[in-house]
């Protein structure tokens, strides 16, 4: 089963449970609230299936409690992995980050959702303020002290007073220190200027690829220039222009060709060039997956 992409299939919603409930009601058997800075434990029972999300502002910690250890296909923004889920296995899905989800057999799981900003308000800003978190995004995490920490959440959700709700903050602020211990992060790894969820800097980095469309510029390039991890930089591109940045590059390629090829001044082969295909094989290739014509084809079409 491969998962499906839903970017530009879903809505905006505002946090992770809230999505749950309007696209999976029957998987959600009870959601509650913890702490002070809107989180939200949420308990579910899911089958095979798709279940693919959409980008929220929300952290996400998501914990098995009982599975079927079928093969499961993950993309939690940071790139595809495989695995079979075990009872205490997590994953972790970074804000602004719409996740591609597939599994196989029944799983029961507890996810904690904490709306990021809240999160870095309460820390003092010491957490990466681009939700990335590295390696956890790409693997099945096995350690169980958060698991534990999870399970105590759980616990506070029952009590529902001052001490607790002043307890439930604390462990969120641990859980959020472990995942950064674990993640080798140092916190804070973007330029001052470049704040959470702006999308001015990918603005201004895909204005530079349309400047210099002749040039192939490594990813990682591309985020160093916008002071971001090159995690971040890739969701935040998809978020802010809807497509990856080497399909939305493509896309601008095919229509500055289509532009040139209506000039009966430069030939096929120029036109390749001039718009960063290493050759005219190439450019008929994907210029045809893109318009269902060759360029002489279109051509002939916009010349008559």
């Known amino acids: 089963m491969t998962p499906h992409d839903p970017v530009g299939e879903m809505p905006s919603y505002a946090g992770h449970a809230a999505f749950y ?54 993309d939690l923004g940071a790139g595809e992995f495989r695995g079979a889920v075990r009872p205490g296995d997590w994953v972790l899905k970074a804000p602004w980050s719409a996740t591609r989800i597939a599994c196989e057999g029944n ?59 002043l307890y439930a903050d604390g462990l969120i602020l641990q859980i959020a220190a472990l995942l950064l211990r674990e993640s080798g992060r ?22 530079r690829l349309e400047d210099e469309i002749t040039i192939n510029v490594e990813l990682a390039e591309l985020a160093e220039r916008a002071g971001m ?11 802010v ?9 493509t896309l601008r390629r095919v229509q500055r060709a289509r532009t040139l090829l209506g000039d009966l001044r430069y030939s096929v082969t120029e036109v390749a060039y001039a718009c960063g295909f290493a050759s005219p094989q190439h450019l008929a290739t994907v210029f045809k997956q893109h318009t269902s014509m060759t360029p002489s084809q279109y051509r002939n079409l916009v010349s008559q």
Do not use: C
């Open 229 to 239: 991890s090159a995690g971040h930089f890739a969701r935040e591109f998809k978020r």
């Open 241 to 249: 222009h809807g497509a990856p940045v080497h399909q939305w590059l």
């Open 21 to 74: 409930r309007d696209r999976f009601p029957e998987a959600v058997l009870q959601t509650r609230a913890v702490g002070s800075v809107g989180a939200v434990l949420m308990w579910t029972s899911q089958g095979s299936g798709d279940w693919s999300d959409a980008a929220t502002r929300d952290l996400k910690v998501t914990v098995a409690r009982r599975s079927e250890r079928g093969p499961s296909v993950f």
């Open 186 to 207: 140092n916190g804070s790894p973007r330029k001052r200027g470049h704040l959470v969820g702006d999308g001015r800097a990918v603005r201004e980095a895909a204005a």
């Open 107 to 165: 799983h029961t799981l507890v996810t904690l959702s904490v709306p990021y900003p809240s999160l870095l308000a309460l820390d003092g800003q010491r957490l990466p303020d681009d939700g990335d978190f590295g390696a956890l995004h790409t693997r099945l995490n096995n350690s169980r002290t958060v698991t534990r920490m999870i399970s105590a959440l759980e616990s506070e959700t029952n009590v529902g007073d001052t001490a607790s709700t």
